[in-house]
């Protein structure tokens, strides 16, 4: 069972930041927040991943709320490139387990121009 | 090559036939794993090897046979397939020492049509 919760698309205008929300109620403390996007008919792209501070690379800023239920992947100047599946994950980084990716549907991200 | 590779790209292939994919990573990591994703469904883990070792089989049906030789390569052996097996199948990669990570590195995929 997915343990997140996306809008199933979203649309954002090119050169506008796209702000991707992400449910995440039932998180638990040693879980971080994942996300990866996936472009039509690629293998999924590694974006960011977070705990509870805010997270920022080259590709995007990852936001988490305080409670931790809910996050926030922000592309701060979204190009036509971005247009994808974004999926956003939670998962534990504990020793001795596997680590499996649950994917969910995600959301589909269409930037216009 | 860098990265994550896989071949072949496109596969069709009747119901009867034996056929395999490979994949192959460049990125020094010693987990790979196979994922199915069928039109319309989210991404599913089918395997995945921990140094060569399987360490996980997500009730994937015997007519799937996976091989791991090295850390750097997996293959997904075929054989009897059904036409819904027809999807892609991703192969991807990480780093498992000492902590296991969540980031994952994906091959382009293979697009297989199982006719």
């Known amino acids: 069972d997915a343990k997140t919760t996306q809008p199933p698309s979203m649309d954002c205008a090119e050169g506008r930041a796209a702000n991707l929300p992400c449910n995440h109620s039932t998180i638990s403390g040693n879980e971080y927040v994942y996300w990866y996007r996936q472009i039509h008919s690629q293998g999924p792209q590694y974006i960011i991943h977070?705990?509870?501070n805010n997270e920022t690379n080259e590709m995007a800023s990852l936001i988490i709320t305080e409670d931790r239920k809910s996050s926030t992947l922000i592309l701060p100047h979204a190009t036509l490139r971005d247009t994808a599946v974004y999926y956003c994950i939670v998962g534990s980084n504990s020793g001795g387990s596997n680590y499996k990716l649950t994917f969910g549907k995600g959301t589909l991200l269409t930037v216009n121009p | 090559e860098t990265g994550v590779t896989q071949t072949p790209r496109h596969l069709v292939m009747g119901m009867t036939n034996k056929k395999s994919l490979k994949c192959e990573q460049h990125l020094g990591h010693n987990a790979m794993y196979w994922y199915k994703q069928s039109a319309k469904k989210p991404l599913e883990l089918m395997f995945v090897y921990n140094f060569k070792e399987q360490t996980e089989n997500n009730s994937v049906p015997s007519r799937f046979s996976p091989e791991c030789p090295n850390s750097s390569h997996l293959f997904l052996h075929l054989h009897t397939l059904q036409p819904e097996d027809s999807a892609l199948y991703l192969c991807?990669?990480?780093?498992?020492?000492?902590?296991?990570?969540?980031?994952?590195?994906f091959g382009p995929g293979t697009r297989l049509t199982v006719t």
């Open positions: 991807a990669s990480s780093q498992s020492t000492g902590r296991w990570t969540y980031e994952q590195y």
């Open positions: 977070g705990l509870k």
